[in-house]
């Protein structure tokens, strides 16, 4: 309100709605959304990717993965390292989603400070990071390679979804807990028919699916799995 001299939250109102998702509402989004994320966040579901979904993958086999609050990209870049390391050059993508576009321009651009090296493993960092030098010191670069197979773009997981193709696994992290439950079904509702049959569907540790849909099973800890086409797992 101080920055453009509304005198009263109507006025700023104005200001939101006139120009459209294309104005000031799209920097009031960036601003409120939250962005806390890191490398290999809640380790154990990229275990059970690595041990339980990727172990018995069927080489030249597809696969799809979507990060669907990406935030500035350490999620989608942590699921494309596991398969670059599991599936090799084989034919497999990573999108990542978010709503807030200053996100998702940091995520494009794949490049951080060291000190999010945290929970990173040595052997991907010295395979898909090019430590910065000179003027870079102190930040890091995901290589080209792997930035190449993560495409990213903006949703709105509360509007009608585009057509984004179908997936093996959805990261749907530490999103929901902003969302109350009407919501929450709505979001999931919309974000089933893009699970392949048999595909999982991986929340926040302190989140559930209880009530929210009867389309998943839960396998382990704030992991779900989708009906195959037989409506078994």
């Given at each position: 309100?101080?920055?453009?001299?509304?005198?009263?939250?109507?006025?700023?109102?104005?200001?939101?709605?006139?120009?459209?998702?294309?104005?000031?509402?799209?920097?009031?989004?960036?601003?409120?959304?939250?962005?806390?994320?890191?490398?290999?966040?809640?380790?154990?579901?990229?275990?059970?990717?690595?041990?339980?979904?990727?172990?018995?993958?069927?080489?030249g086999r597809?696969?799809?993965?979507?990060?669907?609050?990406?935030?500035?990209?350490?999620?989608?870049?942590?699921?494309?390292?596991?398969?670059?390391?599991?599936?090799?050059?084989?034919?497999?993508?990573?999108?990542?989603?978010?709503?807030?576009?200053?996100?998702?321009?940091?995520?494009?651009?794949?490049?951080?400070?060291?000190?999010?090296?945290?929970?990173?493993?040595?052997?991907?960092?010295?395979?898909?990071?090019?430590?910065?030098?000179?003027?870079?010191?102190?930040?890091?670069?995901?290589a080209r390679?792997?930035?190449?197979?993560?495409g990213f773009?903006?949703?709105?997981?509360?509007?009608?979804?585009?057509?984004?193709?179908?997936?093996?696994?959805?990261?749907?992290?530490?999103?929901?807990?902003?969302?109350?439950?009407?919501?929450?079904?709505?979001?999931?509702?919309?974000?089933?028919?893009?699970?392949?049959?048999?595909?999982?569907?991986?929340?926040?540790?302190?989140?559930?699916?209880?009530?929210?849909?009867?389309?998943?099973?839960?396998?382990?800890?704030?992991?779900?799995?989708?009906?195959?086409?037989?409506?078994?797992?």
């Amino acid at each position: 309100m101080r920055h453009h001299g509304a005198g009263s939250f109507n006025e700023y109102f104005q200001v939101l709605t006139e120009g459209g998702e294309s104005g000031e509402l799209r920097v009031a989004i960036d601003l409120l959304t939250t962005h806390e994320t890191y490398f290999f966040r809640e380790p154990k579901h990229f275990d059970f990717l690595r041990d339980q979904v990727l172990a018995g993958w069927k080489p030249g086999r597809q696969f799809r993965a979507w990060s669907a609050a990406s935030s500035s990209g350490e999620e989608p870049y942590s699921i494309a390292m596991l398969l670059a390391d599991k599936l090799g050059d084989g034919p497999w993508e990573v999108l990542g989603s978010d709503i807030s576009e200053h996100a998702l321009e940091r995520a494009r651009a794949g490049h951080y400070a060291l000190e999010r090296l945290d929970d990173l493993p040595k052997r991907y960092l010295s395979q898909y990071c090019l430590k910065g030098i000179g003027s870079q010191e102190g930040s890091f670069l995901i290589a080209r390679e792997l930035r190449s197979r993560v495409g990213f773009m903006r949703v709105n997981l509360n509007a009608d979804l585009p057509n984004l193709g179908a997936f093996d696994v959805i990261f749907l992290r530490n999103v929901m807990i902003y969302f109350d439950m009407g919501t929450k079904q709505q979001v999931v509702a919309r974000m089933l028919p893009l699970l392949k049959p048999g595909g999982h569907f991986i929340i926040g540790h302190a989140e559930s699916l209880n009530g929210v849909t009867e389309g998943l099973q839960a396998v382990a800890l704030s992991i779900y799995q989708g009906r195959d086409a037989r409506g078994g797992r």
